[in-house]
């Protein structure tokens, strides 16, 4: 049997472990929801200025197209034709760089819904429902994050399994004491015979145990820095 519960605590650290891969899968979660909303965003507002922008191009043509006519009949300066032409110019290249964005967008979303980059989406809504004005608390929301984001009950589920591995390392410079019970016999034509037996384990090997004991501490304060500064990136990020 091993000394003062050195099996439990290698559980408890198994168990604290696994509950950190579950949050670590909620924080994904969590993270491609985001990538998706952000996604979403930069697609419709492409297209809403593209739209836009085609617009202005086609006024802008009209007045080209004015300018032309006046210099024509000799009521216009060249420089109204230039200045016409220099815009339009501006926004035909704005609408390369708008298509660009959009196609990007658009990959992106593509890429989260595991599609071909190129593949096509539906256009957009032209209209997006408005959220209701909330009276937003920043202090009630730091600490909703502080209690609910995944990434941090990941943390403490890894500190949890530091600190067990710590007192399991503390415990290992202690002996451990073994059982045994059984049936031996010299001869296979002897009777077996029973016998009941102690192995006890000492820890010698000091100085590995202390360097164990010693990246255990190493590995719980690490934890421990990284958790406070998670904390402070997430305050930051509400905020």
Same mark, same amino acid.
């Given at each position: 049997? %091993?000394?003062?519960?050195?099996?439990?605590? %290698?559980?408890?650290?198994?168990?604290?472990?696994?509950?950190?891969?579950?949050?670590?899968?909620? &924080?994904?979660?969590?993270?491609? !929801?985001?990538?998706?909303?952000?996604?979403?965003?930069?697609?419709?507002? %492409?297209?809403?200025?593209?739209?836009?922008?085609?617009?202005?191009?086609? /006024?802008?043509? $009209?007045?080209?197209?004015?300018?032309?006519? #006046?210099?024509?009949?000799?009521?216009?300066?060249?420089?109204?034709?230039?200045?016409?032409?220099?815009?339009?110019?501006?926004?035909?290249?704005?609408?390369?760089?708008?298509?660009?964005?959009?196609?990007?967008?658009?990959?992106? +979303?593509?890429?989260?819904?595991?599609?071909?980059? %190129?593949?096509?989406?539906?256009?957009?809504?032209?209209?997006?429902?408005?959220?209701? $004005?909330?009276?937003?608390?920043?202090? !009630?929301?730091?600490?909703?994050?502080?209690?609910?984001?995944?990434?941090?009950?990941?943390? =403490?589920?890894?500190?949890?399994?530091?600190? !067990?591995?710590?007192?399991?390392? =503390?415990?290992?410079?202690?002996?451990?004491?073994?059982?045994?019970?059984?049936?031996?016999?010299?001869?296979?034509?002897?009777?077996?015979?029973?016998?009941?037996? +102690? *192995?006890? *384990?000492?820890? +010698?090997?000091?100085? #590995?145990?202390? &360097?164990?004991?010693?990246?255990?501490?190493?590995?719980?304060?690490?934890?421990?820095?990284?958790?406070?500064?998670?904390?402070?990136?997430? #305050? /930051? $990020?509400?905020?």
């Amino acid at each position: 049997v %091993a000394y003062r519960g050195k099996i439990a605590l %290698a559980g408890e650290i198994a168990l604290a472990s696994a509950d950190a891969a579950s949050e670590g899968v909620a &924080a994904e979660r969590v993270r491609l !929801a985001a990538l998706a909303s952000i996604a979403f965003d930069e697609y419709w507002l %492409a297209d809403r200025a593209l739209e836009t922008n085609a617009q202005h191009l086609a /006024f802008l043509e $009209e007045l080209h197209a004015t300018a032309l006519a #006046r210099y024509a009949a000799g009521t216009a300066q060249q420089l109204e034709v230039l200045e016409a032409e220099s815009e339009v110019a501006m926004l035909l290249h704005g609408e390369i760089e708008l298509a660009a964005g959009r196609r990007i967008a658009a990959e992106r +979303i593509n890429l989260l819904l595991h599609r071909a980059p %190129a593949l096509p989406l539906p256009p957009p809504a032209r209209e997006l429902e408005v959220p209701t $004005e909330h009276d937003l608390d920043a202090d !009630a929301l730091v600490e909703r994050a502080l209690a609910r984001r995944p990434e941090l009950r990941a943390r =403490e589920a890894e500190t949890r399994a530091n600190r !067990a591995a710590v007192a399991l390392a =503390e415990r290992e410079f202690l002996p451990d004491l073994e059982l045994q019970a059984g049936y031996m016999g010299s001869m296979q034509e002897s009777p077996l015979r029973p016998f009941l037996g +102690i *192995e006890l *384990e000492l820890p +010698i090997q000091l100085g #590995r145990r202390r &360097a164990a004991l010693d990246e255990a501490n190493a590995l719980l304060a690490r934890g421990r820095s990284r958790s406070r500064g998670l904390e402070d990136r997430v #305050r /930051f $990020e509400v905020v």
